[in-house]
């Protein structure tokens, strides 16, 4: 499987039901949520266990810490951590700026 970037794990987590539905692939075996071979949800879920998918886990961990009133200061937060903190706002924010655009 090719490297994921941690921009596209992003992108994907954000839009994960746009990625199908088990049920309705033509080619997912007859048990009830079983994924066909080339699903991309699994490719989605794999990427998780990436480098990067380890690093957004990190990040999301960080920010749930963050918003329930732990006090973390910038010197216990790595860069890359800090970075994928900020990709994950940017995203989000891109993400729902398209959601009200498409709903006006």
Not at 34 to 51: M, Q
């Amino acid at each position: 499987m090719p490297r994921k970037s941690l921009r596209y794990l992003i992108y994907w987590a954000l839009r994960r039901e746009q990625l199908g539905d088990p049920g309705l692939c033509p080619d997912a075996p007859e048990e009830e949520h079983e994924r066909c071979g080339h699903c991309p949800l699994n490719r989605l879920d794999a990427a998780w266990l990436t480098d990067a998918g380890q690093l957004l886990r990190r990040a999301l961990g960080l920010r749930s810490a963050l918003a329930m009133g732990i006090r973390i200061g910038l010197d216990e937060i790595d860069a890359d951590e800090f970075f994928a903190m900020q990709a994950v706002e940017e995203e989000r924010d891109a993400y729902d700026r398209k959601r009200v655009k498409q709903q006006a």
